[in-house]
Nanobody
Framework: QVQLVESGGGLMQAGGSLRLSCAAS????????VAWFRQAPGKEREFVAV????????EYADSVKGRFTIARDNAKNTVYLQMNSLTPDDTAVYYC?????????????????????WGQGTQVTVSS
């Protein structure tokens, strides 16, 4: 089992930056694909960013490309989401998730249904 705890959310003015952290415990996630998803009020959960086990492969939703950066520190068992140039449309609860499957060999999925472990989420609110 993997336990995931997100942190770093908060209230920010448009144009500002936040860095979210996703700390894993229970076992190492160094061989796992990890993604960030978000869910705004009244909307479905959507993919934000994903990173493979080495950090060498990342993918982003078009809405955040060029503004958000996903990174990982396997020594700390933590994945980060640096969010710059925030807009009110970025307001949502942000969740990190671990895909699972055969470590180091699983292909990246952008579908939340492929992810086996989820954190409790952290609220990000961006004011205009």
């Amino acid at each position: 089992q993997v336990q995931l705890v997100e942190s770093g959310g908060g209230l920010m003015q448009a144009g500002g930056s936040l860095r979210l952290s996703c700390a894993a415990s229970g076992r190492t996630i160094s061989g796992e694909i990890v993604a960030w998803f978000r869910q705004a009020p009244g909307k479905e959960r959507e993919f934000v960013a994903v990173i493979n086990w080495s950090g060498g492969t990342t993918e982003y939703a078009d809405s955040v490309k060029g503004r958000f950066t996903i990174a990982r520190d396997n020594a700390k068992n933590t994945v980060y989401l640096q969010m710059n140039s925030l807009t009110p449309d970025d307001t949502a609860v942000y969740y990190c998730a671990v895909q699972g499957g055969l470590a180091y060999y699983t292909a990246i999925s952008l579908d939340g249904a492929s992810y086996n472990w989820w954190g409790q989420g952290t609220q990000v609110t961006v004011s205009s």
